[in-house]
């Protein structure tokens, strides 16, 4: 396992941290206050490739690999989590199942727009009662002549209102628990899907959330996207993937929180010098820097460990449990580091705090991450 960089993938990186920079930082903080979708900054995005990152060329993406997606997601969680999170659920949770289980018209028809930036991608799989039980779902979905019609409500949606194409999962009978879930490629451009108003959240503010109704919403027959009654599996394959996103997202944010804290404990003077020089901040910064370096060590094994044949359900749930509670505590150190001033929003790091929080909870909680690796070192003690 080499985590040296290749040269497409340092490119990728200077790339995307220098927009950072330019593009997106700046106005983190006011987007944050205002809730404003950066509309124009995703298209900018857009002609970057960034949207279709790992869709093949073929299709109008890009054809990165993996670890270059990853350093993608942590230098924008670095500069903006909000705009992160948009780019990762069009990359991971939309682009990636069509890829994966789509049919060659499908893969044409869908990915060419989405991997261009002209329209963005979401995932409908939470409802009000399906959380962390995923096999729940009370959306049906019915047969009539040519399409497939879905009705049921969708929870706690990325993208919703601003999104054109979701991979939704539906159930011909709620009985059938996970065997009767089927995967649909939805166009919410349509009547029959009605967004409801954005979620108020703590974090991540000017990425848009909300609740979907489908009313009769229609799904031509061919946009079913794997066989009848395989939802389920794609679902759990696809967030096996897309975990590795909210980790890198994490991992981003805490080194956004160190790098402020390193700054401010350099400027702020007490008992008549820096902050870095008193023991105490000194060593909780050693520990904020080993932490961020064990996670991303974690998720760079993981991402090799995504390309080799096989589910990769252990590995990318250690990289996203570990990367997400670990972002937490940085960030909580950060404003510890901070002191009052940690408390204002006119430190970056106020923000930082309130955005890490959900990744413990999205794409699976941590303790779903931990039923995730408990379930399979039962299979190893077994096999012992």
């Given at each position: 396992?080499?985590f040296?960089w290749?040269?497409?993938q340092?490119m990728v990186?200077?790339?995307?941290?220098?927009?950072?920079?330019?593009?997106?930082?700046?106005?983190?903080?006011?987007?944050d206050?205002t809730?404003a979708?950066?509309?124009g900054i995703?298209?900018e995005m857009?002609e970057?490739?960034?949207?279709?990152?790992?869709v093949?060329?073929e299709?109008g993406g890009?054809?990165?690999?993996?670890l270059s997606?990853l350093?993608?997601?942590?230098?924008l969680?670095r500069?903006d989590?909000s705009?992160a999170?948009?780019m990762?659920?069009?990359?991971?949770?939309?682009?990636?199942?069509?890829l994966?289980?789509g049919t060659e018209?499908?893969?044409r028809?869908?990915?060419t727009?989405l991997?261009?930036g002209?329209?963005?991608?979401?995932?409908?799989?939470?409802e009000?009662q399906?959380?962390?039980d995923a096999?729940?779902?009370r959306t049906?979905?019915?047969?009539d002549?040519?399409?497939w019609?879905?009705?049921?409500s969708?929870?706690?949606?990325?993208n919703?209102?601003?999104a054109?194409y979701f991979?939704?999962?539906a159930?011909?009978?709620?009985?059938?628990?996970a065997q009767g879930?089927s995967?649909?490629?939805?166009?919410a451009d349509q009547p029959g899907?009605?967004v409801n108003?954005p979620?108020?959240k703590?974090?991540l503010r000017s990425?848009?959330?909300a609740?979907?109704?489908?009313e009769g919403?229609?799904v031509?027959r061919d946009?079913?996207?794997?066989?009848q009654?395989s939802?389920?599996?794609?679902?759990?394959a696809?967030l096996?993937h897309?975990?590795?996103?909210?980790?890198a997202?994490?991992?981003?944010i805490?080194q956004?929180?160190?790098e402020?804290?390193?700054?401010?404990a350099?400027?702020r003077?007490?008992?008549?010098?820096p902050?870095?020089r008193h023991?105490?901040?000194?060593?909780?910064?050693a520990?904020?820097?080993?932490?961020l370096a064990?996670a991303?060590?974690?998720?760079?094994s993981?991402?090799?460990?995504?390309?080799?044949?096989g589910?990769?359900s252990?590995?990318s749930?250690?990289?996203k449990l570990?990367?997400?509670?670990m972002c937490?505590r940085?960030?909580?150190?950060a404003?510890?580091?901070?002191?009052g001033?940690?408390?204002?929003k006119?430190?970056?790091?106020?923000?930082?705090?309130?955005?890490a929080r959900v990744?413990?909870?999205?794409?699976?909680?941590?303790?779903?991450q931990?039923?995730?690796?408990s379930?399979?070192l039962r299979?190893?003690?077994?096999?012992l």
């Amino acid at each position: 396992m080499d985590f040296g960089w290749n040269e497409q993938q340092e490119m990728v990186r200077d790339m995307v941290r220098s927009f950072a920079e330019d593009r997106i930082l700046p106005g983190a903080a006011e987007r944050d206050r205002t809730g404003a979708f950066p509309a124009g900054i995703l298209g900018e995005m857009g002609e970057l490739g960034l949207l279709g990152m790992m869709v093949p060329e073929e299709y109008g993406g890009a054809g990165m690999d993996v670890l270059s997606y990853l350093l993608a997601v942590e230098e924008l969680a670095r500069a903006d989590a909000s705009i992160a999170v948009t780019m990762t659920v069009t990359n991971s949770v939309c682009c990636w199942p069509i890829l994966q289980y789509g049919t060659e018209e499908q893969k044409r028809k869908y990915l060419t727009p989405l991997a261009s930036g002209e329209v963005l991608g979401g995932f409908m799989l939470t409802e009000p009662q399906a959380g962390s039980d995923a096999a729940a779902l009370r959306t049906r979905f019915v047969e009539d002549g040519d399409h497939w019609v879905l009705e049921g409500s969708k929870a706690w949606i990325t993208n919703a209102g601003v999104a054109k194409y979701f991979v939704c999962l539906a159930t011909e009978d709620p009985a059938l628990k996970a065997q009767g879930i089927s995967a649909f490629i939805l166009d919410a451009d349509q009547p029959g899907v009605v967004v409801n108003r954005p979620e108020e959240k703590m974090g991540l503010r000017s990425s848009k959330t909300a609740m979907v109704t489908l009313e009769g919403a229609r799904v031509p027959r061919d946009a079913m996207l794997g066989a009848q009654g395989s939802g389920f599996r794609l679902a759990l394959a696809t967030l096996d993937h897309s975990r590795l996103g909210i980790a890198a997202q994490a991992v981003g944010i805490a080194q956004a929180a160190l790098e402020e804290s390193l700054r401010y404990a350099r400027d702020r003077q007490q008992f008549g010098r820096p902050l870095y020089r008193h023991q105490g901040i000194a060593f909780r910064l050693a520990e904020m820097d080993t932490e961020l370096a064990a996670a991303r060590a974690l998720l760079w094994s993981a991402a090799w460990e995504s390309t080799r044949p096989g589910r990769h359900s252990r590995t990318s749930a250690r990289a996203k449990l570990h990367a997400s509670e670990m972002c937490n505590r940085i960030v909580a150190w950060a404003v510890q580091i901070h002191g009052g001033y940690g408390f204002s929003k006119e430190y970056t790091v106020e923000r930082l705090y309130r955005d890490a929080r959900v990744t413990t909870v999205y794409e699976g909680t941590s303790e779903v991450q931990k039923i995730v690796i408990s379930r399979a070192l039962r299979e190893v003690a077994e096999g012992l």
